[in-house]
């Protein structure tokens, strides 16, 4: 599931400078985009939002973090639509400088590989990874019949394509 993060983002000159890099709080899974349009090696992302905060500040230092980790989302998981998502980066990053395709593209491909939702999690790669019982409790509110011996495997791709088809809310 991809998450909210915090990235310096390298966008003028060579480091040196402090206002060489922008901070800026994305998912995931617009870190390589922003690295199609930037350059590669041009975003780093910040394991740790302490890292941000310059080590002088010291009064406050918790609230500060708390507060810049909340306002922000940062470590929030994506849960909106992915297609309405892979639109809205097509229309933030633009078309690519040297192919006739939106950065979001040249970077996932079309919509329909599926690559892209994928990396928001939106493909139902979260119900590969939960326990059994809690997919037959899934089946039992969507009202997907199952069998007691059907595999967790079975279960995963019953709930994602009934969800895909628009069967369950």
């Known amino acids: 599931m991809s998450k909210r993060v915090l990235a310096l ?12 890099k922008t901070p800026t709080v994305v998912w995931e899974h617009e870190v390589p985009i922003l ?3 930037h350059g590669e090696g041009a975003v780093e992302v910040i394991d740790q939002v302490n890292d941000m905060l310059d080590n002088a500040v010291t009064k406050d230092r918790k609230a500060i973090l708390d507060h810049i980790v909340k306002t922000n ?3 929030n998981s994506f ?5 309405e998502e ?3 980066l097509a229309v933030k990053y633009g078309m690519h400088t040297e192919v006739r395709m939106s950065n979001v593209e040249k970077v996932y491909g ?9 990396a928001c999690g939106g493909d139902g790669a979260e119900y590969e990874e939960m326990p059994i019982n809690q997919l037959r409790d899934l089946c039992d509110e969507l009202g997907i019949a199952y ?7 079975h279960l995963a791709r019953v709930i994602r394509e009934t969800k895909e088809i628009g ?3």
């Open 79 to 83: 849960d909106g639509d992915p297609f």
């Open 110 to 118: 079309s919509y329909r590989d599926g690559a892209f939702k994928r």
């Open 9 to 20: 983002v390298q966008r003028a000159g060579n480091g040196a400078n402090v206002t060489d």
């Open 147 to 153: 069998k007691a011996s059907d595999k967790r495997v």
């Open 86 to 88: 892979y639109q809205r």
């Open 73 to 75: 989302g940062i470590g």
């Open 167 to 169: 069967l369950a809310a």
């Open 35 to 37: 690295e199609e349009v």
